[in-house]
């Protein structure tokens, strides 16, 4: 599940930079993906120290969409979206943590 929910972010987040296609966006597209493509050798070796400090990589994204949500009535939908996601895979990479601690 947090995997699919890394994809739909990374998603969201790059086809919005990509429309219209040109050199910039796809530059502009690979800067706000960074935060994303950090934690994913860890993530998907199922790495638990990936997946606390990769908890801190979700904070651009949910600041991103309340701002984009309240000032931009253009971008509410995308916005709307991306604050969904990016809280649902908060919430799996801390659902995930807490099922795998030691007892």
């Not at 950090?38 to 638990?48: E, I, T």
């Not at 979206?81 to 908060?90: N, Q």
């Amino acid at each position: 599940m947090t995997l699919v929910l890394w994809c739909a972010l990374l998603s969201l987040v790059v086809l919005h930079q990509i429309v219209p296609p040109s050199i910039g966006a796809l530059l502009r597209a690979l800067l706000y993906s960074l935060p994303l493509l950090a934690p994913l050798y860890g993530l998907l070796r199922g790495d638990r120290y990936t997946y606390s400090w990769a908890t801190l990589c979700v904070l651009p994204y949910f600041i991103v969409g309340i701002t984009e949500a309240v000032a931009n009535p253009q971008l509410h939908t995308w916005a709307t979206a991306l604050l969904g996601v990016s809280l649902l895979w908060f919430f799996s990479l801390i659902g995930f943590l807490r099922a795998t601690r030691s007892r």
